[in-house]
Nanobody, 120 residues
Framework: VQLQAFGGGLVQAGGSLRLSCAASGCIFSINVMGWYRQAPGKQRELVATMATGATTVYANSVKGRFTISRDNAKNTVYLQMNSLKPEDTAVYYC???????????????WGQGTLVTVSS
């Protein structure tokens, strides 16, 4: 299973970016897909997740500014980031809990990360 993330870049404060991440490989189903981020010198933290049934979880710091969405047919998760702040600067990683067969448990997979830099 591979997760490929796209969409990072440099943006001014107050601007917007949209990240996308597609899962590929021998996938039976995907339960939760989401985004995490890691700023320099800090631990990786949850940004937002979405379960198959569309239940979402957001970090308090991004509520009202970021929106997560999924295209289950394409095994793809998106993160629309608006009103970006310099403190949003980080490497953003996508994550997915994947079942490879109907009988195997869900396993967590990570994408390679995409850098988001917000200038003040």
């Amino acid at each position: 299973v591979q997760l490929q993330a796209f969409g990072g870049g440099l943006v001014q404060a107050g601007g917007s970016l949209r990240l996308s991440c597609a899962a590929s490989g021998c996938i039976f189903s995907i339960n939760v897909m989401g985004w995490y981020r890691q700023a320099p010198g800090k631990q990786r933290e949850l940004v937002a997740t979405m379960a198959t049934g569309a239940t979402t979880v957001y970090a308090n710091s991004v509520k009202g500014r970021f929106t997560i969405s999924r295209d289950n047919a394409k095994n793809t998760v998106y993160l629309q980031m608006n009103s970006l702040k310099p403190e949003d600067t980080a490497v953003y990683y996508c994550n997915a809990f994947v079942k490879l067969t109907v009988v195997t448990p869900s396993l967590g997979y990570w994408g390679q990360g995409t850098l988001v830099t917000v200038s003040s």
